[in-house]
């Protein structure tokens, strides 16, 4: 998964990396390390690295006590996945984006609060929700020219 912060990527380890940092809000390399050696079987040499592009990145922030860095997040989690979600998004045909959206649904874990909460805002989106979507892969231009542009469900 990459997503974009002030025009920057973060790759799928450094995704992993943010993870930790953002549970343990304020932590040291060491700590890092110890997770993700665990959990993933990287060397420290790896963690090292991803945590300093995320650093020149500005996903982290990082001061030195004594003779340790202590990192913390420079974005929120919530903020930064629902960035991750839009940029998912934004690369699909909004004619299959619903099916998406649903079979998201489908096959992950959420509370029933969660679901509680998606079925108020679904209620809320189908109101103004026009009748069906239109496809917008090619240009107005292009639209133009082509007979017709009907994506089937795959």
């Known amino acids: 998964m990459i997503i974009i912060h002030e025009l920057k990527e973060i790759?799928?380890?450094?995704?992993?990396?943010?993870r930790v940092i953002w549970t343990m809000k304020k932590c040291t390399s060491r700590q890092?390390?110890?997770?993700?050696s665990h959990k993933e079987g990287?060397?420290?040499?790896?963690?090292?690295?991803?945590?300093?592009?995320l650093k020149k990145k500005g996903f982290i922030n990082s001061h030195k006590v004594s003779n340790k860095y202590i990192y913390s997040p420079n974005i929120g989690e919530q903020k930064a996945a629902n960035l991750a979600t839009m940029n998912v998004?934004?690369?699909?045909?909004p004619m299959h984006a619903g099916?998406?959206?649903?079979?998201?649904?489908?096959?992950?874990?959420?509370?029933?609060?969660?679901?509680?909460q998606l079925i108020k805002t679904l209620m809320k989106v189908e109101k103004t929700a026009?009748?069906?979507?239109?496809?917008n892969c090619l240009d107005p231009d292009a639209e133009k020219e082509a007979a017709y542009h009907e994506h089937e469900a795959r």
């Open 11 to 18: 790759s799928n380890a450094e995704w992993l990396i943010m």
């Open 89 to 93: 998004f934004r690369d699909i045909c």
């Open 32 to 36: 890092v390390i110890n997770v993700m």
């Open 130 to 135: 026009p009748t069906k979507v239109k496809c």
């Open 42 to 53: 990287w060397k420290a040499s790896t963690v090292k690295t991803l945590l300093t592009r």
């Open 99 to 116: 099916n998406a959206i649903n079979n998201l649904v489908q096959n992950i874990s959420i509370s029933k609060s969660d679901v509680q």
